[in-house]
Each structure stands twice: as C-alpha cells, then as structure tokens.
C-alpha cells in the first residue's frame, strides 16, 4: 500500500517538475535576445539617455533569465532525485520532507530545517 502512495506520489511530482520545467524554459527563451546582427551593438549615443532605456531594459531581461535558470537547475536537480529514488527525502540530512513542503514547492531537495543552510 505503501509503495503505491509513494508511485501516486512520485508520478504527481513527475508531472509537475516535467511541466515546470517546460514553462521556464520557454520563459528563459522568451528573455533571450534574438542575435545581434554582427557590427552592432546598443551605444550610450552623445546626449544624456540615448538608448538607457535600451540598455536598461537588455540587463534586467537578463537577469530574470538567469534567475530562472536558477530555478530551472532546482527542478532538473529534482527530476534527476525522483529518477534515482531520493526524491522527497532531504540531501543535506537524510529526513524525509514534509509532504506540505513538496505540495508548496515539489523541487525541494531540502526539509524546510535545511533549507536556509549552506
């Protein structure tokens, strides 16, 4: 009985990571700037705020990709747990995680003791 709530279980979280996964990385594309044509780049020009908003919006884009890539490694790094059969159970201690916890967050590696250390 056991073994089946843990397959209903692990089947549930595979379905979510899997569909996470997906949404981030089209996200990630989206925020990926298409390829400059060669020669050209974004220049400050000779008047104050000539392409800063340019610029500006170029970085911010880029770190929301790679603050999403983050979160794209978190649920690979849970995947790959689920695959090898330590998905649920924390990294750092070796307890299980709270099923709370995994509902709230299923690319936890990391009971929520865990969590905030290094």
């Given amino acids: 009985m056991a073994e089946a709530?843990?397959?209903?279980?692990?089947?549930r979280a595979r379905e979510q990571l899997r569909g996470r996964l997906g949404?981030?990385?089209?996200?990630?594309?989206?925020?990926?700037?298409?390829?400059p044509d060669q020669g050209t780049q974004i220049g400050y020009g000779k008047r104050a705020g000539d392409h800063?908003?340019?610029v500006t919006e170029q970085r911010d884009r880029?770190?929301?990709?790679?603050?999403?890539?983050h979160l794209a490694e978190?649920?690979?790094?849970a995947l790959e747990r689920l695959e090898q059969g330590g998905y649920g159970i924390?990294?750092?201690?070796?307890?299980?995680?709270?099923g709370p916890r995994l509902e709230a967050l299923p690319w936890a590696v990391r009971c929520i003791d865990?969590?905030?250390?290094?």
């Fill in 114 to 118: 865990c969590a905030g250390l290094p």
């Fill in 52 to 54: 800063v908003n340019e």
């Fill in 23 to 35: 949404e981030l990385e089209r996200e990630i594309a989206g925020l990926r700037p298409g390829r």
């Fill in 5 to 11: 709530l843990a397959g209903s279980r692990d089947g």
């Fill in 74 to 77: 978190q649920v690979r790094r």
């Fill in 62 to 69: 880029s770190r929301a990709a790679a603050e999403l890539e």
């Fill in 90 to 98: 924390c990294e750092r201690c070796g307890r299980e995680i709270a």
